[in-house]
């Protein structure tokens, strides 16, 4: 199948991108790294839509809100209306900030998103997403690296990358017009930060509050998800707890090899 898949170079974009070329499946790329912008996004033959590409920064919205509506908003509102016209179904992707929406310019973003969104056009509320390739200033990067100052009592709902590919590739196989209009993508197992820092070594950092920008518990409700047949499998606790191991390991080797 021909798909088009802007942000197909980011931290999604590009496991997926991976996933659907082993499956045989064509892909149009869109991203700004390939200088394709999605403000310029065409259909040319593509039998299906995937929309991940954004600004996905929370609290860069608060002092930017133009910023993100131009590219979170004008371009999707733009893609979804092509889509219907062309009867191409559209995965987009939302965020669980919808449930606190107004809180920044960014959730404000993704609800109209919602809004505009068109039948055969399903929006995919991702909760705290983590895996290979993330960037490494997230907070999983950062308890790996062991990069961080602080932690906080906000709850967390923790994904792994390869679970959210999974759902979205069993959607696809999914007629989009009798299927929900959106689905929560996390665990259903919300974790305090401040527990999983000191369940992998960092009983000594203070805990702090967070912004105020961001939900105290982004726990999302899977069981709409669940009914499609999918289930998340991988742990959060385990992976940083593996990768942390992984890292140290080579800052070590690297040390011995230069010295």
């Given at each position: 199948?021909?798909?088009?898949?802007?942000?197909?170079?980011?931290?999604?974009?590009?496991?997926l991108?991976?996933?659907?070329?082993?499956?045989?499946?064509?892909?149009?790329?869109?991203?700004?790294?390939?200088?394709?912008?999605?403000?310029?996004?065409?259909?040319?033959?593509?039998?299906?839509?995937?929309?991940?590409?954004?600004?996905a920064?929370?609290?860069?919205?608060?002092?930017?809100?133009?910023?993100?509506?131009?590219?979170?908003?004008?371009?999707?509102?733009?893609?979804?209306?092509?889509?219907?016209?062309?009867?191409?179904?559209?995965?987009?992707?939302?965020?669980?900030?919808?449930?606190?929406?107004?809180?920044?310019?960014?959730?404000?973003?993704?609800?109209?998103?919602?809004?505009?969104?068109?039948?055969?056009?399903?929006?995919l509320?991702?909760?705290t997403?983590?895996?290979?390739?993330?960037?490494?200033?997230?907070?999983?990067?950062?308890?790996?690296?062991?990069?961080?100052?602080?932690?906080?009592?906000?709850?967390?709902?923790?994904?792994?990358?390869?679970?959210?590919?999974?759902?979205?590739?069993?959607?696809?196989?999914?007629?989009?017009?009798?299927?929900?209009?959106?689905?929560?993508?996390?665990?259903?197992?919300?974790?305090?930060?401040?527990?999983?820092g000191?369940?992998?070594?960092?009983?000594?950092?203070?805990?702090?509050?967070?912004?105020?920008?961001?939900?105290?518990?982004?726990?999302?409700?899977?069981?709409?998800?669940k009914?499609?047949?999918?289930?998340?499998?991988?742990n959060?606790?385990?992976?940083v707890?593996?990768?942390?191991?992984?890292?140290?390991?080579?800052?070590?080797?690297?040390?011995?090899?230069?010295?």
């Amino acid at each position: 199948m021909r798909i088009a898949l802007t942000g197909s170079r980011g931290f999604i974009g590009g496991r997926l991108r991976e996933v659907l070329e082993n499956q045989g499946h064509e892909i149009t790329e869109w991203d700004v790294e390939l200088g394709k912008d999605i403000h310029d996004f065409q259909l040319n033959g593509e039998e299906y839509v995937i929309h991940l590409a954004a600004f996905a920064d929370l609290r860069a919205s608060i002092d930017n809100a133009q910023a993100f509506w131009d590219n979170n908003v004008t371009p999707t509102t733009r893609i979804q209306r092509m889509c219907y016209e062309a009867g191409v179904p559209l995965i987009y992707a939302s965020s669980s900030c919808i449930h606190n929406w107004a809180a920044s310019p960014y959730g404000i973003s993704k609800k109209v998103n919602e809004e505009t969104a068109m039948p055969g056009q399903v929006g995919l509320r991702f909760s705290t997403v983590y895996g290979p390739n993330a960037r490494e200033s997230m907070l999983v990067g950062r308890l790996v690296s062991g990069n961080i100052k602080y932690l906080t009592n906000h709850k967390r709902d923790f994904i792994h990358v390869d679970d959210v590919v999974g759902f979205i590739v069993l959607l696809m196989e999914k007629d989009l017009h009798t299927v929900d209009r959106a689905y929560d993508v996390g665990t259903n197992k919300g974790v305090l930060v401040s527990e999983l820092g000191q369940a992998v070594g960092y009983q000594d950092l203070p805990v702090e509050d967070g912004d105020d920008c961001e939900a105290d518990d982004n726990t999302l409700n899977i069981e709409p998800a669940k009914k499609l047949g999918w289930e998340p499998q991988l742990n959060v606790l385990d992976y940083v707890t593996a990768q942390k191991e992984l890292y140290h390991q080579t800052m070590t080797i690297n040390e011995e090899l230069h010295s």
